[in-house]
């Protein structure tokens, strides 16, 4: 009897290995760490805060569908090193914030809070198309040091990669992704003063600026 | 024996491949020292995505600073000028180069690097039919495949050369390759692959080569 059960067992747990073998083989893992460059170009006369949450740096894409396999895709370190390193450079001055709205500095002008909407991706033999595209909608909020709400905007980023010899399926949509964040930063510096709120904040901003230059100048011409 | 049979056949027999260049030269090409030449892969379609493998093999093929072509490689550029030269922001026309080089920072940065000339690549290498079929088993007595594959390739590149410093087309010229491949399978696949796109490449630069320096081609 004790036989029996034994075996009985042993045949309960090599299912259960079999099983979590056949789960696991249909599983993909896609973690995408990125290094992204600072924008080229000039900064906004602005002293920024920006907010990177933890769920925005821990960032899963999680998808288990009946047309697919299940896919676990990992893009919050590489995001958060995007709009890191892009929002820190952007402004004439950033600060990243460690939380928010606790400890705001007093000198920060603005507040940037981005948030993952959405992130769609599709496989080459679902379009058709030998590429692998992906989609990321990212909600972005600005606040100022009071923390009211100042603007909302979306960017969309997209990215695609060509199907490759030897190339995994991750390999592929990880490479996607990060032209993706390449192209979100990009979205990010050129649109920034397309949106309306902040185009007038920094248009005041500007004036301000050189409201305060002019009576310098006019003091150094009279010296002189 | 066998091996070795089957290892010299796979090498000394390969798919064929055609590979036709078109070239206009508005102006002939004249790099000086210290000039510069980068080549770009558009990426601004839906449908296609220009290698960058391909490009990777055109600037590698074509850079010899020894002759006077110094060719910066396409990440390092991109990365150097981000974010003006991404799928979404690359300039399509010299119009928007030319507004481009209104942004100071953006100018120096390409001046620093002595940019003569930029070379855009637009196009794809696809994979226009396929037939056969090939069937592999594996047994107490051993493996094997028995079947035959066969695929074409078609490869189509367009290069644009835009004249940084004068801020004009310099030259057009346009790369189209075709190829079969073969995979006959008696026990052993032999993959007979016909390498389109590495012709396309290295037809492209042979003919950018004789662009860039056409002094040095006519003294050859």
Not at chain 1, 89 to 94: K, L, N
Not at chain 1, 96 to 122: H, K
Not at chain 2, 25 to 42: K, M, N, Q, Y
């Amino acid at each position: 009897m004790a036989l029996m059960k034994k075996g009985l067992s042993a045949a309960v747990k090599a299912t259960l290995l079999v099983t979590a073998m056949l789960v696991t083989a249909c599983t993909h893992t896609v973690q995408v760490d990125g290094e992204y460059p600072q924008p080229v170009g000039d900064q906004y006369p602005l002293t920024v805060g920006f907010y990177l949450s933890d769920d925005f740096s821990r960032f899963t894409y999680h998808e288990d569908s009946e047309d697919r396999d299940e896919w676990n895709i990992s893009t919050g370190p590489a995001q958060r090193n995007l709009f890191a390193t892009v929002l820190g450079s952007m402004f004439t001055e950033a600060i990243p914030l460690t939380s928010y709205p606790q400890d705001l500095p007093e000198n920060v002008e603005l507040v940037i809070v981005p948030e993952v909407r959405e992130l769609q991706f599709t496989m080459p033999r679902e379009t058709r198309v030998n590429i692998f595209e992906v989609w990321i909608k990212y909600d972005m909020h600005a606040y100022d040091n009071q923390g009211a709400q100042v603007a909302n905007w979306v960017i969309t980023a997209y990215g695609k990669t060509p199907t490759a010899f030897l190339k995994s399926q991750e390999a592929a949509l990880a490479q996607a992704i990060d032209i993706a964040l390449r192209d979100a930063g990009a979205t990010l510096y050129t649109g920034f003063d397309r949106v309306p709120e902040l185009q007038a904040l920094v248009a005041s901003k500007q004036r301000a600026i050189s409201m305060q230059e002019q009576p310098a100048a006019e003091a150094g011409d009279t010296t002189d | 024996m066998v091996k070795a049979f089957v290892v010299i056949l796979a090498a000394a027999v390969s798919g064929c491949t055609t590979v036709v260049i078109d070239e206009y030269h508005r102006t002939p090409g004249e790099l000086a020292e210290g000039d510069s030449v980068v080549i770009l892969g558009r990426r601004h379609s839906s449908e296609y995505e220009t290698e960058p493998d391909l490009i990777d093999c055109v600037g590698r093929s074509l850079h010899n600073p020894d002759r006077g072509v110094r060719i910066i490689p396409e990440q390092h550029f991109v990365d150097a000028l981000y974010p003006w030269f991404e799928p979404r922001t690359a300039p399509l026309h010299l119009k928007s180069l030319d507004r481009l080089m209104q942004n100071e920072k953006v100018r120096e940065r390409l001046e620093a690097y002595g940019i003569k000339y930029i070379v855009w690549i637009d196009g794809s290498t696809e994979t226009t039919a396929s037939a056969g079929s090939i069937g592999c088993s594996i047994g107490t007595g051993g493996a094997g495949c028995f079947g035959f594959g066969t695929w074409d390739k078609e490869s189509d590149y367009e290069a644009a050369v835009w004249d940084f410093r004068d801020q004009e087309l310099s030259g057009k010229l346009a790369a189209d390759a075709k190829g079969t491949s073969y995979m006959p399978a008696i026990v052993v696949p032999i993959p007979l692959i016909a390498r389109v796109q590495k012709n396309a490449c290295k037809g492209m630069a042979a003919q950018l080569e004789q662009f860039l320096l056409p002094e040095q081609e006519t003294k050859s």
